[in-house]
């Protein structure tokens, strides 16, 4: 069932984002079962809201652009949440 | 721009912090001009004010770290996270730590220490992350053309107003950034607006205070040479507001903010900084404008906005009686004096490009003269 093209769960940077989303926008732990859960939209609606908070285009994707911010080195206190 | 959840913010202006350990990558005395930068940058625009402690329990702590450190965030290597702190509050609340694996630096290479510490003191200060790309606060690192240039965003000062509100006007701060790389301007010492932070005298030679230097005029070198604060005593602080020489302790103390040192030749004395409160001044005193001893008397005067103190040397007690007006015991000195000096029985009262002569005996300002005569201008 594909994920809306979202995260394919062998997106080699999916862990990374995974580590990402868990630390920076309170992602729930366990994103296994919601990676691979038939309905992806928890996960869109989460990187849409990374991309919206770092001035992203909200593709709900991992696309380079994307992937570059993440990349680059950040302050280690998260952008949402506690 | 954002703030913590509740909103958490420290409920007193005046707060402490300390260096708890230092980077290899920098020298001692750069890591505590960029965090002391660093904390410029939000005092310009809040009334808070910070002084820094050598010991003990700061509200601030700061410190260097690898990987785990104690607080459930460990750090991740070089790269990605740089750094975290904590919102206002007891304990650890306030507190920042840098990542020990990055590279810290002064300049565009590596990772600047002084763009990193003005955005994690931002957080210790109850700031969260901005999604506003030009603001200090937005989470991902971005070296900005140059920290001298380096101005808050007004994302950022909104968010930081927003806490604790614009600084009192009567304390606006108008000091420049200057550029934490080593290469400083030095000030033009015949430049006709030229103030001092601070003057005081040193076994027969007088030291004239500016910024991050001073001036140094000896008996037998009419020159006066200039010297970085900093390459006699790396301990000292820079934008330093008063200090004097007390004859009978062979000591110079040096005052900045609520804290002071005692200098012996070119010694800081162990066991400083002390805070101003222990000379006996009340709470509400938070920092010195000038001070001067007077070699007849063996008291030392303080002078704190429109008001000054005398403190006895032999006893180390401030003396009954005091505060008392500047205007009713040295007519003719303006207030808000910015240094003060004692010579040929006369005392030079510093404030801006001008100084007043003043006579004791005759208890009267005797000449105007420009602040820098002393360097041969």
Redesign the interface.
Known sequence: YPLHGAVSKDHPSMEFAQQYLEKYYSFEKNVEQVFRRKDSSPVVKKIQEMQKFLGLEMTGKLDSSTMDVMLKPRCGVPDVGG | FTT??GSPKWRKNHLTYRIVNYTPDLPKESVDSAIEKALKVWEEVTPLNFSRLSEGEADIMISFAVGEHGDF?P?DGP???????YPPGPGFYGDAHF?ED?KWTLGPSG?NLFL?AA??LG?SLGL??S?N?EALMY????FSTNPAQFRLSQDDINGIQSLYGPRPSSDAIVVPLSSVSPRPETPVKCDPALSFDAVSTLRGELLLFKDRYFWRKTRWNSEPEVHLISAFWPSLPSHLDAAYEAHNKDSVFIFKGSQFWAVRGNEVQAGYPKAIYTLGFPPAVRKIDAAVNDSNNKKTYFFVEDKYWRFNEKTNLMDKGFPRLIKDDFPGVESRVDAVLQAFGFFYFFHGSSQFEFDPNARMVTHTLKSNSWLLC
Do not use: I, N, W
């Not at chain 2, 790269?79 to 702190?85: R, T, V």
């Not at chain 2, 989470?139 to 971005?142: A, D, G, I, L, S």
């Open positions: 913590f959840p965030y750090f790269g990605q996270s740089l750094a975290h702190a990542d990055e990772t990193v955005h994690e957080h969260f992350h999604d790309k989470p991902v690192y971005r």
